[in-house]
């Protein structure tokens, strides 16, 4: 079965400093792997994802992803984080074919502080 | 304009009492989900749909019956409340296909 891993459960940043969240997947076929925000109170929002191609990914507000296929790994990066980024962030993943459900990671709460 | 909407946003409700909570997505996917999150956050998927047609459909209890109507609407209906079934009920919906899940805003279901 497939299983997420986010080894991080908590970080706390100051404003400007540099982000990176582990994320590792277990899967022997190929998948699709994303990273999702959660801000506080709100539903979950695609971050970035990827499929196929580039395995270093860039998305929304600053955020990239790294996929390193013999490491299994999707680590969600950000050069240098605002308060604003204080939420939760899921990473998943599924196989890559039609309507399967994501699996998730436990999630990291991440605090910004300014 | 909302693409994953879901009411109500919360409910609360007693033990024993039969209640649903209804999705719909105005974004013309094909496949529709219900996912839980518990109160660690962690998101488990419950049921999907695809084309009004029942794909998956975890371990979970007889208690909880998802309803199709059409494409666009996924309704999820739970019977006899437990305590333990407290959670945020998240819907999404996707292109059927890789892509990527939109997820609705959630309903906090609190069960007394």
Known sequence: ??????????????????????CNYSYGGTVNLFWYVQYPGQHLQLLLKYFSGDP??????????EFIKSKFSF???KPSVQWSDTAEYFCAVNEHQAGTALIFGKGTTLSVSS | DTAVSQTPKYLVTQMGNDKSIKCEQNLGHDTMYWYKQDSKKFLKI???YNNKELIINETVPNRFSPKSPDKAHLNLHINSLELGDSAVYFCASSHAGPYEQYFGPGTRLTVT
């Open chain 1, 75 to 77: 680590n969600l990066r």
């Open chain 1, 1 to 22: 079965a497939q299983s997420v891993s986010q080894h991080n459960h908590h970080v706390i940043l100051s404003e400007a400093a540099s982000l990176e969240l582990g």
């Open chain 1, 56 to 65: 270093l990914v860039k998305g929304i507000k600053g955020f990239e992803a």
């Open chain 2, 46 to 48: 419950m049921f999907s």
